[in-house]
């Protein structure tokens, strides 16, 4: 699969994959200069490109898990929905969950991102929904095997 990108500033970085094997490709800062995120912050961080994801996918955006365990940096959504007819510029808010203060460089993988496909639903009121074993069971009910 192919994914038009752009560069809306000459110094943003491609994403890349770090292996063969990769689902996600990370994604890089770009930054006018370093940035200190203090524990317990927000900074959105841009990343200087924008996409055109196809129609029928779309872009989910996951924290590094190197960059969360060694550092306490994940963005702060969780995870980032890029829709197919998106086509502005990617930005990650990522959150300091470390009790110290982290430094951010321009050009640093902040990120990674799948590219995946999707059902689009037709959601339908009704009064009723089909009976389960589960039923109502909500967290921690089908037990911890």
């Known amino acids: 699969?192919?994914?038009?990108?752009?560069?809306?500033?000459?110094n943003a970085i491609c994403?890349?994959?770090?292996?063969?094997f990769s689902a996600g490709a990370d994604l890089y800062a770009l930054l006018d200069e370093?940035?200190?995120?203090?524990s317990g912050e927000?900074?959105?961080?841009h990343t200087g490109i924008a996409m055109e994801i196809p129609e029928g996918y779309v872009g989910l955006v996951f924290a590094r898990s190197g960059l969360a365990t060694k550092?306490?940096?994940?963005?702060?959504?969780?995870?980032?929905?890029?829709?197919?007819?998106?086509?502005?510029e990617i930005m990650v808010p990522l959150f300091n969950h470390s009790t110290e203060d982290r430094v951010l460089s321009s050009g640093e993988r902040i990120a990674?991102?799948?590219?995946?496909?999707?059902?689009k639903a037709e959601y339908t009121e009704v009064e009723e929904l089909s009976d389960t074993v589960r039923g109502l069971g909500g967290f921690g009910s089908t037990g911890t095997k």
């Not at 699969?1 to 000459?10: D, E, G, H, R, V």
């Not at 994403?15 to 063969?20: F, K, M, S």
């Not at 550092?71 to 929905?81: C, E, I, S, Y």
């Open 71 to 88: 550092k306490g940096l994940a963005p702060a959504n969780k995870v980032g929905v890029i829709d197919a007819d998106y086509r502005g």
């Open 1 to 10: 699969m192919k994914i038009n990108f752009k560069k809306l500033f000459p």
């Open 112 to 119: 990674q991102m799948a590219i995946v496909p999707f059902l």
């Open 42 to 45: 927000t900074f959105l961080v």
């Open 15 to 20: 994403p890349t994959y770090g292996t063969e």
């Open 34 to 38: 370093e940035v200190t995120l203090k």
